[in-house]
């Protein structure tokens, strides 16, 4: 019903609530039907005079309570009635979003979920077996999974020097608590990815980052800070970094890697967005394997909940300790999932994931360059998010706080920030369980929000 105008003098509620109710009334009433679309909260807007982000909280206000949804590129539509007011409350269905987990979006496909089921039934024919301990590293058979897909990288290493691990994280900690000792120096990128601050939070390391430009950390800078800092390692996220989603080219990492050789400064590589785009430069470990802890984990290109990574460390004597010490703290990855991981690489499913993953993530992608300023933001078209440097009149926890008050999660630069003052920015992220619709919903008010103040926003609460 386009032409739907409701009567806002009717209530004496936050304007935002009584567009909710009316629209609850007038499905009540027969004046909308299921099925009617309602007016663009552009033009609702402008034909009520009052705000967009009103007409926006409305809407999503009445899609909480079940009573319409948004459909990406069609608009909102009514699909049920109010609830009684005497039942026993149901969950309502939420457009509120998460956009604070960098994950790549789910498969919706029937045909590849089918696919992924059968290959987890396929590994559970030797479920048995997979439920015994194993030898710490990975099977033979896991092994020469690994090494195929680490191949697509143009990685050779032999099978010695290849270990599948319970997820990268343990494999990140395992190899900065054989590097260095608490208390001592271990370089990164000035804005670098939260886990690896947690990571040296938790071994009592100094993290320091190092100047950044659009290629990636400063090779000058990184050799100063070998000659004043003695560092222990050089950590890097080097392909689609999260969160500024930039990727170091070729001509710079190889500057990089020849500063570390100079220095002797060994590299840790968090190649997790890695095997993303088709045709990237080749890893460090590629470059200077001599040098390189290369952590490949799967979570990013297949999904979060497969925790493996497959990690090649710089020679044969270097994986005893690390083995010992990922040992101590893990026993060993998951052989269930490990066999899961390997059947998906070696019947094509995993590269079928591949493939959707980098489709989906330009999709979105393309709806961000569609409806958010123009220069607003940094970004991939095969990154998961967006790096969002806020404009003048914004704090970053303004901002995370009014994203936050429609429930729509996004992170401050804080939680990336390893050297220097935290920058007035915020990462978003586009992937996760979260729908093309519910993205376009996020990003249509989180452009409205960057194109007004905060006084703005919120005095039409």
């Given at each position: 019903?386009?032409?739907?105008?409701?009567?806002?003098?009717?209530?004496?509620?936050?304007?935002?609530l009584?567009?909710?109710?009316?629209?609850?009334?007038?499905?009540r009433?027969g004046?909308l039907?299921i099925?009617?679309?309602?007016?663009?909260?552009?033009?609702?807007?402008?034909?009520?005079d009052?705000d967009?982000t009103?007409?926006?909280?409305?809407?999503?206000?009445?899609?909480?309570?079940?009573?319409?949804?948004?459909?990406?590129?069609?608009?909102?539509?009514?699909?049920g009635?109010?609830r009684?007011?005497?039942?026993?409350?149901?969950?309502a269905r939420?457009?509120a979003?998460?956009?604070s987990?960098n994950?790549?979006?789910?498969?919706?496909?029937?045909?590849l979920i089918?696919?992924m089921?059968?290959g987890?039934?396929?590994?559970?024919?030797?479920?048995?077996?997979l439920?015994r301990?194993?030898?710490?590293?990975?099977?033979?058979?896991?092994?020469?999974?690994?090494?195929?897909?680490l191949?697509?990288?143009a990685?050779v290493?032999?099978?010695e020097?290849i270990?599948?691990?319970?997820?990268a994280?343990p494999?990140?900690?395992?190899?900065?608590?054989?590097l260095?000792?608490p208390?001592?120096?271990?370089?990164c990128?000035?804005?670098?990815?939260p886990?690896?601050r947690?990571?040296?939070?938790?071994?009592?390391?100094k993290?320091?980052g190092?100047p950044?430009?659009?290629?990636?950390?400063?090779?000058?800078?990184?050799?100063?800070?070998c000659?004043?800092?003695?560092?222990k390692a050089?950590?890097l996220?080097?392909?689609?970094?999260?969160p500024?989603t930039l990727?170091?080219?070729?001509?710079?990492r190889?500057?990089?890697?020849?500063?570390a050789r100079r220095?002797?400064?060994?590299?840790?590589?968090?190649d997790?967005y890695?095997?993303?785009p088709?045709?990237g430069p080749?890893?460090?470990?590629?470059?200077?394997?001599?040098?390189t802890w290369h952590?490949a984990?799967?979570?990013?290109?297949?999904g979060a909940?497969?925790?493996t990574a497959?990690?090649v460390?710089?020679d044969t004597?270097?994986?005893?300790?690390?083995?010992a010490?990922?040992r101590?703290a893990?026993?060993?990855?998951s052989?269930?999932?490990?066999?899961l991981?390997t059947?998906?690489?070696?019947?094509?499913?995993?590269?079928?994931?591949?493939?959707?993953?980098?489709?989906?993530?330009?999709?979105?992608?393309a709806?961000?360059?569609?409806i958010?300023?123009?220069g607003?933001?940094?970004?991939?078209?095969?990154?998961?998010?967006?790096?969002?440097?806020?404009p003048?009149?914004?704090?970053?926890s303004?901002?995370?706080?009014h994203m936050?008050s429609t429930?729509?999660g996004?992170?401050?630069?804080?939680?990336f920030?390893?050297g220097?003052?935290?920058?007035?920015?915020?990462?978003?992220?586009?992937?996760?369980?979260?729908?093309?619709a519910?993205?376009r919903?996020a990003?249509?008010?989180?452009?409205?929000?960057?194109e007004q103040s905060?006084?703005?926003?919120?005095?039409?609460?």
């Amino acid at each position: 019903m386009a032409d739907w105008t409701p009567d806002l003098s009717r209530s004496d509620k936050p304007r935002y609530l009584a567009i909710a109710d009316l629209i609850g009334e007038d499905i009540r009433s027969g004046r909308l039907a299921i099925g009617d679309r309602l007016p663009p909260q552009r033009k609702l807007a402008s034909r009520l005079d009052i705000d967009f982000t009103t007409v926006a909280r409305g809407y999503v206000e009445a899609q909480k309570r079940g009573l319409v949804e948004s459909r990406v590129g069609q608009g909102t539509f009514v699909v049920g009635a109010p609830r009684p007011k005497t039942r026993a409350a149901t969950p309502a269905r939420s457009t509120a979003v998460d956009l604070s987990m960098n994950l790549p979006p789910e498969p919706d496909d029937p045909a590849l979920i089918a696919r992924m089921q059968e290959g987890l039934a396929e590994v559970a024919r030797d479920l048995v077996a997979l439920l015994r301990y194993q030898g710490f590293g990975g099977t033979r058979a896991d092994k020469d999974a690994a090494s195929a897909w680490l191949g697509r990288r143009a990685m050779v290493p032999s099978q010695e020097r290849i270990f599948v691990t319970p997820g990268a994280h343990p494999a990140l900690l395992g190899i900065l608590g054989h590097l260095a000792r608490p208390g001592e120096c271990v370089l990164c990128e000035a804005i670098t990815y939260p886990g690896a601050r947690a990571i040296a939070a938790q071994l009592g390391l100094k993290l320091h980052g190092l100047p950044m430009d659009l290629e990636g950390i400063d090779p000058d800078a990184f050799a100063q800070a070998c000659r004043t800092l003695a560092p222990k390692a050089l950590y890097l996220n080097p392909t689609l970094q999260n969160p500024t989603t930039l990727t170091i080219p070729e001509a710079r990492r190889a500057a990089i890697a020849q500063v570390a050789r100079r220095f002797g400064v060994p590299i840790v590589e968090d190649d997790a967005y890695g095997f993303i785009p088709p045709h990237g430069p080749p890893p460090l470990a590629a470059i200077a394997p001599d040098l390189t802890w290369h952590v490949a984990g799967l979570a990013k290109c297949i999904g979060a909940g497969l925790r493996t990574a497959y990690v090649v460390v710089p020679d044969t004597r270097a994986g005893y300790p690390f083995a010992a010490a990922l040992r101590t703290a893990s026993v060993m990855a998951s052989p269930l999932t490990a066999a899961l991981a390997t059947r998906w690489i070696e019947d094509g499913t995993a590269d079928t994931l591949l493939r959707f993953i980098r489709a989906e993530t330009q999709a979105r992608q393309a709806l961000a360059a569609e409806i958010l300023p123009a220069g607003s933001f940094r970004a991939d078209p095969l990154a998961f998010n967006l790096w969002i440097e806020l404009p003048a009149a914004w704090t970053r926890s303004a901002f995370v706080g009014h994203m936050r008050s429609t429930g729509i999660g996004v992170v401050a630069s804080d939680a990336f920030t390893a050297g220097g003052p935290a920058r007035e920015a915020v990462r978003v992220c586009l992937g996760g369980p979260a729908s093309r619709a519910q993205i376009r919903s996020a990003l249509d008010y989180i452009a409205h929000a960057l194109e007004q103040s905060p006084e703005a926003v919120s005095s039409v609460m």
